[in-house]
């Protein structure tokens, strides 16, 4: 079992790695309601065996449940069953689940404690951690959130053995974003593992989600709120990434689409003179290594351009008519580039023709 702290600004972050590592549920004092939100295909049986007070609350997840009107219904959950502010949520899921649930903790009653349980290795390796919880407005991803750490978040590796490999696709997209643009020697790592990874080798598993949640912890630490030009670098390949969802309806999920999108945002920084020579090559390697999508040709959905860059006017990094690029300049680095909103359109008009 691996157990990494963290303190923010405000708060303490615990993260615990592990087979088995939902044991640690019974850490939550006996005294406390518990609210367990998870998806119906999931069962909480185990889950159960480590809580006294706990409701049951089965949801719906993907992105459809990422809609403003089905938070209001879960809340009125919590507030039918009579949860206060020193009660539990405990969000059990993939990326779409902590997400929401997330965001239902932080303000019903302004917060309850929260604890994330990621089932998917998405959520294991970025969702679940940093403390970003959001909901999807009038087509545009995350436009409506907060930011609210969870208290602990236990990532159990035993989720993985139900878990279909093209979800664990989907999560590797954002492990091979830390690769590339933070932690060159995550990228060589990716590079040599791809089998025991699709194989579900849960070791090297738990390296890769350690790895990760080591990347995103150090920058969540320097930029917690997004207010210093830091925690942007987390961000690569979503303003193209987003676009996707936006112009496919959102039926493009979110690791396919930021894998279109980090190659495309490596090309735009290539092009403006930003990435070193073989960072285009390398970033289509990579994707390409691991069977995910380098061009909108290989997606199953067309998208709709103007919906796409309709979303990327509201990209939440817009200031002042420019958006706040972080672009990769070697493996393993990068730099932020204020790009006008225009030249950007043209770029991803681009890319997503
Ligand atoms: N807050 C953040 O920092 C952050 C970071 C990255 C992504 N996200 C968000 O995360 C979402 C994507 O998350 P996701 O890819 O986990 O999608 P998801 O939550 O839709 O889960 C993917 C699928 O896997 C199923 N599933 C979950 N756990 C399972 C298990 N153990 N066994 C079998 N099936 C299982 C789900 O039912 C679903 O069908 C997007 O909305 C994205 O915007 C948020
Ligand atoms: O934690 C972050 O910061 C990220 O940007 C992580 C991303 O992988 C994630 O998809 C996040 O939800 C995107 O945030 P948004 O601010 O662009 O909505
Ligand atoms: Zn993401």
């Known amino acids: 079992m691996i157990k990494i702290s963290e303190d923010f600004c405000n708060t303490s972050t615990q993260v615990i790695i592990g087979q088995n590592a939902i044991s640690h549920l019974s850490e939550i004092g006996e005294n406390k309601k518990v609210a367990v939100f998870h998806p119906k295909k999931i069962s909480i049986d185990e889950v159960k065996k480590y809580l006294k007070n706990y409701y049951d609350f089965p949801i719906d997840d993907g992105e459809e449940a990422k809609d403003i009107s089905y938070s209001l219904k879960l809340i009125k959950d919590l507030f039918e069953k009579g949860f206060d502010r020193g009660d539990y949520v405990v969000?059990?899921?993939g990326g779409t689940v902590t997400d929401v649930v997330g965001f239902i903790a932080s303000i019903y009653m302004r917060g309850l404690n929260l604890v994330n349980v990621p089932t998917t290795i998405l959520g294991m390796v970025d969702a679940a951690i940093g403390g970003k919880t959001g909901v999807n407005f009038e087509n545009v991803k995350n436009v409506l959130g907060t930011f609210y750490q969870p208290s602990v978040?236990?990532?159990?590796l035993n989720f993985v053995k139900t878990l279909p490999v093209e979800e664990i696709k989907k999560g590797i997209a954002e492990v091979i974003k830390y690769g590339l643009v933070l932690d060159?020697?995550?990228?060589?790592?990716?590079?040599l593992h791809k089998e025991d990874i699709y194989n579900k080798d849960l070791s090297v598993l738990e390296t890769v989600v350690y790895k990760s949640a080591l990347n995103k912890l150090m920058v969540v630490k320097e930029d917690e709120r997004e207010t210093k030009g830091i925690r942007i670098v987390l961000n690569f390949g979503h303003t193209i990434g987003?676009?996707?969802e936006a112009g496919s309806g959102f039926k493009i999920p979110h690791g396919y689409a930021i894998s279109v999108g980090m190659v495309c945002e490596a090309k735009i920084a290539e092009e403006m003179g930003y990435a070193e020579e073989g960072v285009v090559e390398d970033t289509t390697w990579?994707?390409?290594?691991?069977?995910?999508?380098i061009s909108v040709d290989s997606l199953s959905e067309k998208i709709d351009v103007e919906k796409a860059i309709g979303a990327i006017t509201k990209d939440k990094k817009v200031r002042g008519g420019k958006l706040l690029m972080p672009f990769p300049t070697r493996i393993g680095d990068w730099k932020r580039v204020d790009v006008p909103l225009e030249t950007l359109k043209g770029f991803a008009e681009q890319c997503l023709r």
Not at 153 to 156: H, L, P, R, Y
Not at 184 to 191: I, N, P, Q, S, T
């Open 91 to 93: 969000a059990i899921g």
């Open 153 to 156: 978040i236990i990532a159990d």
């Open 184 to 191: 060159k020697e995550l990228y060589d790592f990716l590079a």
């Open 242 to 244: 987003h676009a996707v």
């Open 286 to 293: 990579i994707l390409s290594h691991y069977e995910l999508p």
